[in-house]
Structures are given as structure tokens and as C-alpha cells.
DNA sequence: ACCGTGGTTAGCTTTC
DNA sequence: GAAAGCTAACCACGGT
């Protein structure tokens, strides 16, 4: 079995190759799901690792990575704490008439 | 930079804004990395978020989430596991002396 | 018990040795447990240890440990797909109402 | 290639099968660590699901697994402290002829 | 003796 | 709210 993946085995028995071919059709849609998301989680990977490249460079630039994924941390609950505290604002304005 | 830690430098907050100052300059550079790896981060989280947005479309078109998480999966195991072959087969191959 | 956390039985150090006592009869059963789990670990930590031996008595016997790991993680990884193969598998049929 | 693990191919290119064949021999050494380490690393996966196992009936008793492993954590330092005092003991007995 | 790598474990997110 | 899957921190091993 040289496909990769199997799964088209698993979508119709009879009738492949036919256009208008329900389960063919349906088949064609789902694997053009699959290599969106393939696609979007090789980017994603890719990222991840441009990342730790980063942080390998600041490595080898005298910083301690540990300490500044702490840090990166912090930032990020600091961020999400400022979003709370807007939406939180909001929330008064609003109950308060400030539109 | 012999000190493993570049953390000392923080501590210092005189002399700032100097040419050549050890510390400012330490701490420039130790920004700028943040905002590369806090840049990246954003995007890697786009991009989690358009992969779960292709799930819900799959979703609403009649797919199964739960099997399709289960086909990527199986999908990566695959190439994992030919990368770890063609790896091993490198192993061999230098081990033996066939460079 | 409703308190998410049992840490406040261990504040209180009256009444102790009482037929009954909550906090006491709480302790003695996560001590237990405790007991239980140190058990386990030093016998995993004994079968690290033989696997660390064999990989030596390999290596003394003019075998790679290197090239050794990788083959094990191979195997690892096929018993892997395999499994996540069936799940797969069962997955599609109940999709499916093959039970 | 039904082998799962492929490793047989790369011992010996010839004369397999006969008794006191240097590649075979060695072959079925390194078989035989291998054999020996996979299962080990069996059992060393069944106690790791045991002590999961052993947290899980700790949580639905009421306790908190996350400051169980805490507490473990602490435990197995003071054990290897104490190891080290006694070493440490042991060191200036014979360094003042105490055998 | 140190560094880099790989494996293990714990915490977090997301799903059901 | 529990369970699972994913991600990131930690740790230990092997190599240099």
C-alpha cells in the first residue's frame, strides 16, 4: 500500500473515479482538509523552531535561556492580565451606561 | 563574556544611555531577542488558531474531528518514523566507514 | 470531601491518635500512598539501571550504544504506528456502526 | 521487509547461517541485547503506568496529585542528602583512620 | 569536566 | 469537570 495515509481505502467500496461520485467527492474535500492543516502545522513547526533558534542564538550571546523563557512567560501573563482588566473595564462602562 | 549569567547587568542602572555602555547595550540586545521570540510566538498561535478553524470547518461539513486528529497523527507518525530510518541508515553507514 | 485540597489536615496537630480522627486516618492513607509510589520508583529506577548495564556490557562487547538507542527507538516507534493503527482502525468502525 | 526491525540486513552480506560465522554470531549477540533491553524497558513501563495508576487512586481519594509529586520530589531529595552525609561521614573516618 | 542531545516528566490547553 | 493530547522544562546520558 503506497499511500501514506490509507484513508481513502475507507470512504467508498464501489463507484471511485466517477464525477459527482458522492463518496469520492467527499473524499477529495477531506483530503484537501488534511493537507491544509498538514500545511498549517508544518508553518507551525517551522516557527517553533525559528524560535529555538532564537534562543540558541541568545544562548551563544551570553544569556541564559532558562531565565528568559521565564521571563517570556511573565510578558505573557502580563498581556493577557492587561486584556482582563480591559475587558473587566468594559464590562463596567457598559453596566454603568458608558456604552 | 565569561559570567554564565548575563543578569548582573540588570541590576546596574547607572550610565545608561552611553556609547559602549556594557550594561545598556547587554540589555538592548536582550530586548531586541524578545520581541523576535515574542513575534514568533504570535504568529505560532495564528496559526494554531487557523488549524483549529480547519477542524471546525471540517467539522460542519460532516468529518468526524476525532478521526481526522487521529489520521494526522498516524500521517506524522510516518514521516517520524522514515526520518528516523534515513537517520539510523546514516548511523550505519558511517559506522561502517562508508562516510 | 469537598475541600479541593487535603493540605489543612496537616495543620492541625490536636487531637491526633483518636480512633476516627479525620485527619489522622487522611494522613495515614496518603502516607500510604506515599510508601506505595516510593516503592515503585526505586524499582524503576533499579530496571534504568539495568538497562544502563546492558548497554555497557554491549559496548564492551565492541557494539555502538548509539547506534544501539536509535534501533531501539525505531522499534519503539513501529510498535507505536502500529497501535495507533488499530485504534484507527477500531475508530472507523464505530464510526461507521461496525461496532 | 517483514523483519520490524531491519537491523539483521546490515550485520553480514554472506555466509549467514553457518555455525561460527563471525557476523552471524555477532548478530545474534546483539539480538539477544537487544531482547534483553526491550524488556526490560517493558517492565520499566509497567511500573511507570503503576505509579500513575497510584496517583489516579490518590485523586479520587480527594488528594491533590500535583503536590503529591511535590511532596515525592522532596522526599527523594532528602534520601540522596542523606546519602551524601553519610559519604561525606564516611570519607573523614578513613581520613582520620577510622576505617 | 563540560556541553549537547535525547528521554522523561510535569503543566497547560483543549476536548468531550 | 474529567480526560487526553500537546508543549515545555528538567534531567541524565554519551561524546568531546
Known amino acids: 500500500m503506497s499511500n501514506p495515509s490509507n484513508i481513502a481505502e475507507f470512504k ?3 463507484a471511485e473515479g466517477e ?3 458522492v463518496a469520492g467527492v467527499a473524499g477529495k474535500r477531506l483530503l484537501s482538509f ?3 492543516i498538514e500545511r498549517l502545522e508544518e ?5 517553533a523552531e525559528d524560535i529555538k533558534d532564537v534562543y540558541a542564538e541568545a544562548k551563544s550571546a551570553g544569556f541564559e535561556v532558562k531565565i528568559m523563557r521565564r521571563v517570556m512567560k511573565l510578558r505573557k ?3 493577557e492580565k492587561r486584556q482582563e ?3 473587566l473595564l468594559s464590562l463596567y462602562m457598559s453596566a454603568i451606561g458608558m456604552v
Request: no cysteine.
Open 43 to 47: 508553518e507551525k513547526s517551522a516557527l
Open 34 to 36: 488534511f493537507d491544509r
Open 77 to 79: 501573563m502580563e498581556v
Open 19 to 21: 464525477a459527482g461520485d
Open 12 to 14: 467508498s467500496d464501489s
Open 85 to 87: 482588566e480591559d475587558e
